[in-house]
């Protein structure tokens, strides 16, 4: 499903990511996990052309896109859903809204039949309650499962979360963990950036341990966690640990 390719971005003189080779396959959930700065959020941002490699190939369900081709870039964005730690609602359009947005504007939808799939999507992640309340007046967990709803409303072939817990209150962030479990156990294809080590433990197929612009070491949930074999891994687990 997603394919990268000798990847390497460097912002200015500064690089970030250093020769990334990385596979997920069609219906695998793939969690990207490292120190704040290592690179997880830029390699994540790449897989949707949100940023664009300094060289190498990304390939979104068969489709490479280069930093050249704004058409191929524009194409892979439709193939993948990106839901971002800062939710990004229109803060004057409601739940609903917010949900139908991209189909009657990007996919062309009437106006009905947009309702009817935002109705059932807001359904799915639990908050058919308050689908005509505005953010402003929506939890953090609320206005982050409408982001999970609104990027599933595009139909995606992946789907790619950037932290989506890390700015929720605590007892917030289970609301959305749950949502995104569902979707694992549906068979969508995600990657994951987080600091949720027991979510990542439940939900990955495959952890990437990402260490200075690289994959410094990957596997099973049970590896990564019950066998670290990079000093690196074993620090960072350390520290997570102890807190």
């Known amino acids: 499903m997603i394919e990268m390719r000798d990847i390497h971005k460097s912002f200015g003189d500064k690089a970030v990511i250093k020769g990334v080779d990385l596979e997920v396959r069609d219906g695998e ?19 949707n052309a949100l940023e664009l490699p300094t060289s190498g190939t990304v390939t979104v369900d068969g489709l490479t896109y280069s930093s050249s081709n704004k058409r191929s870039q ?64 929506l939890s953090g967990g609320q206005q982050q499962r409408v982001g999970i709803a609104r990027a599933l409303a595009m139909n995606p072939k992946v789907m790619l979360f950037d932290e989506p817990t890390s700015a929720l209150d605590p007892e917030l962030v289970n609301d959305v963990l749950n949502v995104m479990n569902e979707l694992a156990k549906e068979g969508m294809t ?38 670290p074999q990079t000093e690196p891994l074993k620090r960072f687990l350390n520290v997570i640990e102890t807190h």
């Open 190 to 227: 995600m990657v994951i950036v987080t600091h949720e080590m027991n979510f990542a433990k439940k939900v990955a197929n495959r952890i990437a341990f990402i260490h200075e612009g690289q994959i410094a070491e990957m596997g099973t949930p049970d590896e990564i966690f019950g066998s």
């Open 29 to 47: 959930v793939v969690v990207l996990i490292g120190r704040s700065g290592s690179g997880k959020t830029t390699l994540l941002r790449m897989m």
């Open 74 to 137: 524009i194409a892979v964005r439709q193939k993948s859903g990106m839901v971002f730690q800062n939710y990004q609602l229109f803060p004057h359009k409601t739940a609903l809204e917010n949900v139908m947005e991209g189909l009657t504007i990007v996919k062309k939808m009437s106006k009905e039949e947009a309702r009817r799939i935002a109705e059932d999507l807001l359904m799915k992640v639990g908050l058919q309650n308050v689908q005509h309340q505005y953010p402003a007046g």
